[in-house]
């Protein structure tokens, strides 16, 4: 695959009267007294000014004299990336496809820098992938979070959000995708394994390894919209997927809104993550597969009417036994969709959920021990449970007993468990008021995101 790289620029230089520039500076052609494709006069050109090279007045890749404005335009990119690169908050990048961070390559994002994605399915949907041994530096801010998004939202350089979309828009584009070399638990106890939403010949989307530290880059402060193509049937891109994530990698104050299916997926990895809120998505809210062993922290989740569990928790698939934990983790319901469950154990789950704060859901609604080995290992103390504060609990449904073999294929035989088993519930699950929870994480730490923008919590 082959990088290719369309810059389209607008209103870059504001020329005084008879400063020797047309408005087609940007043409390449000298036409009046430029200089190749320069604005001539007191403006400095600024068709090239992020290259790198002084190419006129500029300063370094700065865009010099007093009429200059900063440069501004689309640039398109797909294929592989195969040298360091910057990308700037004064251009929208476009992706085209699969755009991949190849090993051995840095890419650093500016603060406020837009990303859109294009429409497609299949081969040709379309994502940011950070290979194994590549590296992202993308690292917002507060004021200014870097935001993945679809082309089809009208949302501008310099602003943090667009007028024409709601969290109701999935499905517009693909995703992020950051692999690495840390382990995981795969079956037959292979060391890598192809991720999730990519074809299995582009080998850019394999994943795992020996390193439990090693280092994908910087992650922080970003909001990505919208996502979720379909790849293949039933199989459509996480809004991030981290596959094989060691804990030299930084990731925090994510957020994920109207993705079709997860919202964030763990694939194996030890990378520890926390401020991450996951908004309206169509399948699960947070995800976590293949022995991933860090810790989730401090994180929200928040359903809409066409979202399914809020946490979906399998286990190792190999004979590494990686164990998560959550620590302190609000989930929103919502009464009016058709799934809206807690929380999903299934396949082997092995880990500790701590301190979990629940409000919104339907009546119904229950956490689920998926089949006869998950709740063997609720018995054994292997999958832990404490300080769950719900409102609205009820014991009686909290844990529900699905009739499925060890594959999550239905059964007629029934699980056996200790009779102690809803009891030993009730020592961890306490009713409490809306708002009176002493656990669950802080808000407050989301006030820079799109979701708290548009009321979500």
């Not at 398109?76 to 929208?92: C, F, H, M, P, Q």
């Not at 957020?255 to 694939?267: H, K, L, P, Q």
């Amino acid at each position: 695959m082959i990088l290719s790289t369309m810059i389209f620029f607008s209103a870059c230089c504001s020329e005084e009267p008879g400063s020797g520039a047309n408005a087609s500076c940007f043409n390449g052609i000298q036409d009046g007294d430029e200089t190749g494709v320069d604005c001539g006069g007191s403006c400095a050109p600024c068709a090239t000014c992020d290259d790198g090279i002084q190419n006129g007045g500029e300063t370094g890749v700065d865009c010099g004299g007093p009429d200059c404005e900063p440069c501004s335009g689309i640039v398109v990119k797909t294929g592989l990336i195969l040298s360091d690169e910057k990308w700037s908050a004064n251009n929208i990048y476009q992706l085209a496809g699969k755009v991949v961070v190849d090993d051995g390559v840095t890419l650093e994002i500016e603060p406020g820098t837009i990303i859109k994605g294009e429409r497609g399915i299949g081969s040709l949907a379309s994502a940011l992938i950070v290979a194994r041994g590549g590296t992202i530096m993308a690292m917002g801010t507060e004021e200014n979070p870097i935001v993945f998004t679809t082309i089809e939202d009208n949302i501008q350089v310099g602003q943090k959000a667009g007028t024409n979309l709601s969290e109701l828009d999935q499905g517009l584009w693909g995703g992020v995708l950051i692999l690495g070399y840390a382990p995981g638990s795969f079956r037959g106890d292979v060391k890598e394994v192809q991720i999730e939403g990519i074809p299995a010949g582009d080998t850019f989307g394999l994943y795992g390894g020996d390193d439990p530290e090693d280092n994908s880059g910087i992650f922080q402060y970003v909001s990505i919209r919208h996502g979720g193509a379909l790849i293949g049937e039933g199989n459509e891109i996480n809004g991030l997927t981290l596959g094989g994530v060691g804990t030299g990698t930084v990731i925090n104050n994510v957020e994920v809104v109207a993705n079709v299916d997860d919202g964030i997926e763990y694939f194996g990895g030890t990378v520890n993550t926390e401020n991450m809120l996951v908004w309206a998505q169509g399948d699960d809210g947070l995800d976590i597969d293949q022995g991933y062993a860090g810790t989730v922290s401090n994180s929200v989740v928040i359903l809409d009417v066409s979202s399914d569990h809020a946490l979906e928790i399998d286990g190792p698939e190999g004979s590494l036994n990686g164990e998560f934990t959550l620590n302190n983790i609000t989930l929103i319901g919502n009464a009016d969709t058709p799934g809206g469950e807690y929380a999903d154990y299934r396949s082997r789950a092995m880990g500790a959920s701590n301190g979990i704060y629940a409000y919104g859901f339907k009546d119904n609604s229950d956490v689920e021990l998926d089949n006869n080995q998950v709740a063997q290992n609720y018995l054994d103390g292997i999958l832990t449970f404490s300080n769950w504060e719900v409102v609205g609990f009820d014991n009686s449904i909290f844990l529900e007993k699905v009739a499925t073999d060890d594959n999550g294929d239905p059964t007629e035989e029934k699980i056996i468990l200790n009779p102690d088993f809803t009891s030993r519930a009730a020592d961890w699950t306490t009713q409490v008021e809306q708002g009176a929870n002493t656990v669950g994480a802080n808000l407050g730490d989301f006030n820079w995101t799109y979701a708290k923008g548009k009321g979500a919590f």
